[in-house]
């Protein structure tokens, strides 16, 4: 048997050389893979998160923050199960996980051993030119692991 990307062990999580972009699409409200749509609905485990400070698309200046997950089995269609991911948050995304996360740690819970649930939230700003910009946010929700989960 050819052994040329590395062997994929069975009920095991996938650790690829480079983590998959999950990228969170906050202009059209859904996560994407590469150019792909894949969906708006995510639940995941995340194994590390790490904050940093400069720019990150057409933010400047700002702190940001960089996720790796690693999506629950049935979750979506589109985002591959037990594969670690990368993806990154900013502003209102950023200020909501950390408030869910401090609420966790709050009440003596570890928020890593729980089941993250991310959800799309619409808003909408006046422009300099009169015009309305449509964006997302997204509004992070946690619950504990059952037995279910993988």
């Known amino acids: ?8 062990a069975e009920n095991s999580i ?13 202009q059209g409200g859904v996560w994407t893979l590469g150019d792909s749509p894949a969906g708006g609905k995510l639940h995941c485990s995340i194994l590390k998160f790490a ?21 629950e089995p049935g979750s979506s269609e589109d985002i591959p199960d037990n594969c670690v991911m990368v993806s990154y ?27 993250f649930a991310p959800k799309y939230i619409k808003h909408s700003k006046s422009l300099a030119d009169e015009k309305t910009a449509v964006y997302y946010s997204l509004e992070w929700h946690w619950r504990e692991r059952t037995e279910e989960d993988n």
């Open 1 to 8: 048997m050819y052994n040329v990307f590395g062997e994929v």
């Open 51 to 71: 904050k940093f400070y400069g720019d990150l698309g057409s933010t400047s200046n700002e702190l940001w923050g960089q996720i790796f997950l690693v999506a």
């Open 14 to 26: 996938l650790v690829p050389d480079l983590a998959i972009g999950l990228r969170n699409n906050c």
């Open 89 to 115: 948050i900013k502003t209102r995304s950023l200020s909501d996980f950390n408030r869910l996360i401090v609420q966790l740690q709050s009440r003596g819970i570890n928020p890593a051993l729980g089941v």
